[in-house]
């Protein structure tokens, strides 16, 4: 069955760093990502889904970010695992929610990441910032 497999979050210190990981397993590829972009969001609670960042299919070339994630996350894929990682430094308390991947597939040639629709989403991961 073609999923997403996320992992890491958890309880994290004000301050610290995170690294988010979207594994995308089943697919009848090997290595399916370089077929789709993928987008990271997150929803805090009783808040809308946020944005974050996404990268695009292929090596990942084409890389964007929310204004709440820039200069502070990093997106990147390692095709041949079949993985995205989303870095995120100098977390604060307004970083807590609940962090989901999402993974859009794209045409050979479209470098866009952004997408109003996905095909797969991560179960999610929450991520709380407390000291």
């Known amino acids: 069955q073609e999923q997403l497999v996320q992992s890491g979050g958890g309880l994290v210190q004000p301050g610290s760093s995170l690294t988010l990981s979207c594994v995308a397993s089943?697919?009848?590829?090997?290595?399916?990502?370089?077929?789709?972009?993928v987008n990271w969001f997150r929803q805090a609670p009783g808040k809308e889904r946020e944005w974050l960042s996404c990268?695009?299919?292929?090596?990942?070339?084409?890389?964007e970010y929310a204004p709440s994630m820039k200069g502070r996350a990093t997106i990147s894929k390692d095709n041949a695992k079949s993985t995205v990682t989303l870095q995120i430094n100098s977390l604060k308390s307004d970083d807590t929610a609940d962090y989901y991947c999402?993974?859009?597939?794209?045409?050979?040639?479209?470098?866009?990441?952004?997408?109003?629709?996905?095909?797969?989403w991560g179960q999610g991961t929450a991520v709380t910032v407390s000291s």
């Open positions: 999402a993974a859009v597939i794209k045409f050979a040639g479209d470098s866009s990441c952004r997408s109003a629709e996905h095909d797969f």
């Open positions: 089943g697919f009848v590829s090997d290595a399916p990502l370089p077929y789709y972009a």
């Open positions: 990268i695009s299919r292929g090596d990942g070339d084409h890389t």
